[in-house]
């Protein structure tokens, strides 16, 4: 199947700095990547939908100048949390789209531990 | 939007038996349902997938069946082995092309199966 990496694979910040997450598609182009976040024992929650080359879309209550996200080739997208804060502390997930439309594929990178002290 | 329920929370089983998982999705519109598994720490692992256009698809051990009119689908694994247990998620959207060219179709994601198979 289609490989999707990320990185760092975790990181550890102190409150009130930046921290920037890269997913790649490894061996197909994506024009939509996905960016999640995941709490302990719970499920996946959704917090954007990133097209090549356009903005973002962002869900419900996902501040957009705090969760920056750039999808500037049809490979990378990027995620960066700003003037992170305990309460960011999570797992973030990316996946990205392989194929088109109707039989297209969502496939997730290992997705990216974040502490924030 | 979509919203899917996923039962039960957690499901334990013994080496050998079956284990069925629940999804209940509410958009008609809905015609792609994947099933993940994660491991703990890990990334969720896409392990069957269905589209609207049939009502059963079978891989080896796990098999996944929807029912468009009640709107429900549903996960059995058969002969579980303790390499079984993890986290099951079950998904739900409805996928297209958009005029530009772009896909559509964001996911949305069951609460999750805590799937614990015993030696």
């Known amino acids: 199947g289609a490989v999707v990496s990320q990185h760092p694979s975790w990181v550890i910040c102190k409150s009130g700095t930046s921290v920037k997450i890269e997913c790649r598609s490894l061996?197909?182009?994506?024009?939509?990547m996905f960016w999640y976040r995941q709490f302990p024992k719970q499920s996946l929650m959704l917090m954007a939908t990133?097209?090549?080359?356009?903005?973002?879309?962002?869900e419900q209550g996902v501040e957009k100048d705090k969760f920056l996200i750039n999808h500037a080739s049809l490979t990378l997208s990027t995620l960066t949390v700003t003037s992170a804060h305990p309460e960011d502390s999570s797992f973030y997930i990316c996946?990205?789209?392989?194929?088109?439309?109707?039989?297209?594929?969502?496939?997730f990178g290992p997705g990216t531990r974040l502490t924030v002290l | 939007g979509e919203n899917v329920e996923q039962h039960p929370s957690t499901l334990s089983v013994q080496e050998g038996d079956s284990a069925v998982i629940k999804c209940t999705y509410s958009?008609?519109?809905?015609?792609?349902f994947p099933w993940y598994k994660q491991e703990l720490g890990k990334r969720p692992q896409l392990i069957i997938d269905?589209?609207?256009?049939?009502g059963e698809k079978k891989d080896q051990r796990i098999a996944v069946t929807l029912n468009k009119t009640a709107k429900h689908f549903s996960l059995h694994i058969t002969e579980t082995q303790p390499e079984d247990s993890a986290v099951y998620f079950c998904?739900?959207?409805?996928?297209?092309?958009?005029?530009?060219?772009?896909?559509?179709?964001?996911?949305?994601f069951g609460q999750g199966t805590i799937l614990t198979v015993h030696p």
């Open positions: 990133s097209n090549e080359g356009s903005k973002a879309t962002y």
């Open positions: 269905i589209r609207s256009n049939v």
């Open positions: 958009d008609s519109a809905s015609n792609y």
């Open positions: 998904a739900a959207t409805a996928r297209g092309v958009n005029a530009g060219g772009t896909s559509y179709g964001k996911l949305t």
């Open positions: 061996d197909f182009q994506a024009t939509t």
């Open positions: 996946s990205a789209l392989a194929g088109l439309g109707y039989t297209d594929t969502q496939y």
